[in-house]
């Protein structure tokens, strides 16, 4: 998963609605108390009081990080039943069934904010809730799969090891399994490429071709920078953000370049370049344009990814019945033995 979308507001009112109201009398005291959890570094727990505007922020992050994890399934479950080899195809389904386990379990971690599950997945059908632009991109090959794994991934878990950290105690524990699952996303992928870039030149070519298509896309999706980014100081003073976008794109940036040097791919960016005095790498401008056209609606894939989620959420809805009718008949059962 997948973060940038994630300080993006959707001005959900279902989300708000859900919200519970903050405690009628003492509420300076329990903010006190609030401020000196965070700034003690310790977890705000379901049960415990948090301002409204701490609630309504980690339900529109949590839930628009579970949206991203689940229509991240969509690119690379196209290239399921076209997969090489038996290994690869393994390995593929392996990382797109964790994905859907990453949205269950943020979704979890969002309903103990007090929002329904159907409210989180109608917002995301209606377009209302946002989802990381990066998965509104085509896979035209096999190269796309091992570049998402390493790069989109790759990218995936320098957002998501700080959130490991995060005040918030549910997503927090929910990031820590995540993240081991996704630097096993992130190695294969590149042990993908790197079979490829042993291959034919055509192959070889392939890789080039995805690496170029998703590096400036990669790049976008740790979101606008910090001058352009007015949910992130609250963030920081709520330790739900630990790390700036400008800081975390820069140190994946940093840990990527030597990698892209191994594998014998070239990182499409003229003006990138080792600074010796910062001691990072510096890099070209990134179109926030086409970025913002992706967030709101206008990238390739948009409406094809939200055509297929809608379709297979209602092509699972016998799956959801059968599952609600034996959860009543066991509940019968167990009820008529009590008696
Ligand atoms: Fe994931
Ligand atoms: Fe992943």
């Known amino acids: ?99 859907g386990g990453h949205g269950l379990y943020l979704y979890s971690a969002a309903e103990t904010l007090g929002v329904t599950r159907d409210a989180m997945v109608d917002a995301l059908h209606s377009g209302k809730a946002k989802y990381s632009s990066i998965f509104n991109y085509p896979t035209l090959t096999w190269a796309d799969v091992g570049t998402i794994g390493w790069l989109v991934d790759g990218a995936a878990i320098m957002n998501q090891v700080p959130i490991c950290r995060c005040s918030y105690g549910p997503y927090a524990r929910a990031m820590i399994r995540i993240c081991k699952e996704e630097s096993f996303h992130q190695r294969q992928g590149f042990d993908a490429l790197m079979t490829m870039m042993k291959g034919t030149p055509a192959q070889r070519d392939m890789v080039q071709d995805a690496v170029n298509r998703w ?55 003229p003006r990138l370049k080792w600074n010796e005095e910062r001691q990072h790498y510096d890099y070209g401008a990134i179109d926030w344009n086409e970025f913002w056209a992706v967030v709101n609606g206008n990238g390739p894939c948009n409406k094809e990814r939200l055509a297929t989620r809608v379709k297979a959420h ?3 809805q016998w799956v959801r019945d059968a599952a609600l009718a034996h959860a009543r008949k066991q509940q019968q059962r167990s009820m008529k033995e009590a008696a």
């Open 1 to 99: 998963m997948y973060t940038q979308a994630l300080d993006i507001p959707d001005a959900d009112q279902r989300a708000r609605q859900a919200m519970a109201p903050a405690a009628e009398a003492g509420e300076k005291a329990l903010q006190a108390q609030f401020d000196a959890k965070i700034d003690a570094d310790r977890r705000i727990e379901p049960q415990d009081w948090m301002p409204d505007a701490y609630r309504k922020t980690l339900v529109r992050q949590i839930s628009q990080h579970a949206h991203s994890e689940v229509v991240g399934m969509l690119p690379e479950g196209n290239w399921i039943a076209r997969a090489p080899s038996l290994k690869r195809k393994a390995i593929l389904l392996a990382k797109v069934q964790d994905e």
């Open 215 to 269: 590096w400036w896309p990669v790049l976008a999706m740790f979101g606008p920078p910090d001058t352009d980014s007015p949910n992130s100081a609250l963030g920081m003073r709520w330790g739900i953000k630990r790390i700036s976008n400008d800081e975390l794109r820069q140190k994946f940036v940093d840990a990527t370049v030597p990698q892209a040097k191994i594998l014998g791919v070239t990182v499409p960016d």
């Open 314 to 316: 209602a092509d699972g």
